[in-house]
């Protein structure tokens, strides 16, 4: 049985510009509603339909198939409904397979799950509905303006009698569609064009998952919420190609000593050094990358054995163009850093990872955050997420051959 999940991604939006390229939790909403539907054990295949370059290849990446969407449906007055049936058609033209099951999937509710998937896809395969959603319980009064015979708005209840409120035990159970997750009899759904019809099964989630993005504020929370709903994830050397360092306040206190003659100087751990070796020798590719024109930099580097590149004014260009030439994707590369200079390298990245001292900005965009401030041990303790804390180094590390495609 084929399960296709499609997620429409088109690449313009009003109210939060760029909107499906957002991060939260240091990944973009389409990466993360990619990863979502790849865990499913009921999804067979993924396909991100869009219209912008950059979504496409951040979605390639992630593991999904891409359908370009034509003009026509890519406009604000544009619906799912119609990027789902093109995509489908697409996909079935492309792999000479027939749906079964399909379903929509917005990345824009950024704290869907796997197992979301399951209960919709599961509804249609293994319970025989022909349509399923995800919802959350909600008690709460529903209120509408308007229906007032005088000049004034009249207040009225939409679910219950205003003059009579009974309690929350003597009400029937109502639930809020989350706009997170849909599931189709596949054959139904390019019948009748809609996401509606037959039998529909309600499959509950979590209600402190839900939350849909129209607007910065939306992105603002989901970014303040993601600490606490992701699952803490840690990067293996699996999940690895390079490891990209910044050095002032990632590799150091962030502080500077300077003499009377107007030499600096800084501080550096030599848990970082141990660290940093043990990752060269794994076969990781190593960069410093830095804003700061300053012998420092370039010193600490040759004591480490590694390549630097310092006096950097665009860093995330510099990255992108050593990526190009070393042949190393971006979302394979695990980039370091503390300060807001570092948020665009983060936006290119598969692993952007903060110091527990970085700025509150950097630590919210970041996929994971150290327990160790910079100039601590920090670099020592990301060595030990993707060696071990016995820092055991394996065999030369091989990069899958996509990688440098």
């Not at 830095?290 to 420092?296: I, L």
Request: proline share 6%; with cysteine.
């Amino acid at each position: 049985m084929t399960v296709l999940a499609v997620i429409p991604a088109r690449g313009g939006s009003k109210g939060v510009p760029a909107k499906n390229l957002a991060q939260v939790g240091g990944v973009p909403l389409v990466v993360r509603a990619v990863r979502a539907c790849r865990a499913s054990r009921k999804v067979t295949d993924v396909v991100v339909s869009t219209d912008d370059p950059a979504i496409a290849d951040a979605a390639r990446a992630a593991g999904a198939e891409i359908v370009l969407r034509p003009a026509a449906i890519a406009g604000d007055t544009a619906t799912s409904e119609a990027a789902v049936l093109h995509a489908m058609d697409a996909f079935e033209a492309m792999r000479a397979v027939t749906v079964d099951v399909v379903l929509l999937v917005q990345c824009t509710s950024p704290f869907i799950t796997a197992e979301d998937m399951d209960g919709v896809a599961g509804a249609i395969t293994d319970e025989g509905a022909d349509t399923a959603l995800t919802v959350a319980p909600t008690h709460g009064f529903i209120w509408r303006e308007g229906g007032a015979t005088s000049a004034e708005v009249d207040g009225y209840g939409v679910n219950h009698d205003k003059s009579n409120r009974p309690r929350r035990q003597d009400r029937p159970q109502e639930y809020l569609e989350t706009g997170a997750a849909y599931a189709m009899r596949a054959d139904g759904f390019r019948e009748v064009g809609h996401r509606f019809f037959g039998r529909t099964k309600l499959v509950e989630t979590d209600a402190a998952r839900v939350l849909e993005i129209d607007d910065p504020h939306d992105l603002a929370r989901s970014r303040a919420l993601a600490p606490l709903l992701d699952p803490a994830v840690l990067p293996g050397l699996q999940d690895v190609d390079a490891v990209v360092l910044d050095f002032d306040g990632t590799q150091t206190d962030d502080k500077v000593y300077v003499d009377s003659e107007g030499r600096e100087m800084v501080a550096v751990h030599r848990g970082d050094g141990l660290g940093v070796a043990a990752l060269r020798k794994s076969g990781l590719e190593l960069l410093v990358l830095s804003t700061e024109q300053n012998p420092v930099v370039a010193a600490r580097a040759r004591k480490l054995k590694v390549p630097v590149l310092h006096g950097i004014d665009r860093k995330d260009l510099a990255l992108k163009q050593w990526c190009d030439e070393h042949g190393v994707t971006p979302e394979r590369v695990l980039y370091v850093g503390n300060d807001v200079n570092d948020l665009p390298c983060f936006g290119l990245v598969g692993w952007p990872v903060a110091v527990a001292s970085a700025h509150d900005a950097v630590r919210a965009a970041a996929r994971a955050v150290t327990t160790t401030p910079g100039g601590e041990g920090a670099i020592r303790e990301i060595a030990g997420w993707l060696l071990g804390p016995g820092l055991h180094v394996p065999a030369p590390h091989l990069p899958p051959t996509h990688a440098h495609n």
